[in-house]
C-alpha cells in the first residue's frame, strides 16, 4: 500500500474516532445513531477504507461503557462489515452488510452483556445503523463517487 492509501486509511480511523466522540451521546447504547458509521460504505470506493475502520472502532470503542467486549467485538465485526462491503461495491448485499452484521452481532453480545432480551436490541441497532448507512452514508458515497475522488 502506497503513502497515499495509508494517509486515507488513517484520516478515515481518525474521522470514524472524532465524529463518535463529538456524538458520543447517541453514539452507545441499546438507541444509537452512531454518525461515524456512515463511513461504513466507503469501502466501495477505496480498499484503504477496510483497516482504516478496523483501527477508527477500535479506537473509538475505547470509550464504550462495554469496555473491551465493545472494543474487540465491534472491531471485528466492522471489519468483516467492510470486508463484504468491499467485494460488493454498489450492490444491496453491500449496503446491508453493515446494518444486517451490526444488528445481529453487536445486538447479541450487547443482549448477553446487559442480561436484556436479544430481538429489542437487534431491532434498535439495526433501525439506528440503517438510518446512518441509508440517510448519511449513502449520499456520502454517492456523491464522492460522482466526483470521482480517487
Same mark, same amino acid.
Given at each position: 500500500?502506497? +503513502?497515499?492509501?495509508?494517509?486515507? #486509511?488513517?484520516?478515515?480511523?481518525?474521522? /470514524?474516532?472524532?465524529?463518535? !466522540?463529538?456524538?458520543?451521546?447517541?453514539?452507545?447504547?441499546?438507541?444509537?445513531?452512531?454518525?461515524?458509521? =456512515? !463511513?461504513?460504505?466507503?469501502?466501495?470506493?477505496? #480498499?484503504? #477504507?477496510?483497516?482504516?475502520?478496523? =483501527?477508527? %472502532?477500535?479506537?473509538? @470503542? +475505547?470509550?464504550?461503557?462495554?469496555?473491551?467486549?465493545?472494543?474487540?467485538?465491534?472491531?471485528? %465485526?466492522?471489519?468483516? #462489515?467492510?470486508?463484504?462491503?468491499?467485494?460488493?461495491?454498489?450492490?444491496?448485499?453491500? /449496503?446491508? =452488510?453493515?446494518?444486517?452484521? @451490526?444488528?445481529?452481532?453487536?445486538?447479541? /453480545? +450487547?443482549?448477553? !452483556?446487559?442480561?436484556?432480551? /436479544?430481538?429489542?436490541?437487534?431491532?434498535?441497532?439495526?433501525?439506528?445503523?440503517?438510518?446512518? %448507512?441509508? !440517510?448519511?452514508?449513502?449520499? +456520502?458515497?454517492?456523491?464522492?463517487?460522482?466526483?470521482?475522488?480517487?
Amino acid at each position: 500500500m502506497d +503513502l497515499r492509501r495509508w494517509l486515507r #486509511a488513517g484520516m478515515i480511523a481518525a474521522l /470514524y474516532v472524532v465524529l463518535t !466522540l463529538i456524538f458520543q451521546p447517541i453514539s452507545f447504547g441499546q438507541v444509537q445513531f452512531r454518525v461515524s458509521e =456512515a !463511513l461504513t460504505l466507503l469501502p466501495m470506493l477505496w #480498499a484503504e #477504507a477496510v483497516p482504516g475502520l478496523f =483501527a477508527g %472502532v477500535a479506537l473509538a @470503542n +475505547l470509550q464504550s461503557p462495554f469496555g473491551l467486549w465493545d472494543v474487540v467485538g465491534g472491531s471485528l %465485526v466492522t471489519l468483516a #462489515a467492510a470486508l463484504i462491503t468491499r467485494r460488493f461495491p454498489f450492490h444491496p448485499v453491500g /449496503y446491508l =452488510a453493515p446494518v444486517v452484521l @451490526n444488528a445481529v452481532l453487536v445486538g447479541g /453480545y +450487547l443482549s448477553y !452483556l446487559t442480561h436484556t432480551p /436479544y430481538l429489542p436490541w437487534v431491532l434498535w441497532i439495526g433501525a439506528g445503523e440503517a438510518g446512518v %448507512v441509508f !440517510l448519511l452514508g449513502y449520499p +456520502l458515497v454517492q456523491v464522492l463517487r460522482r466526483r470521482q475522488v480517487r
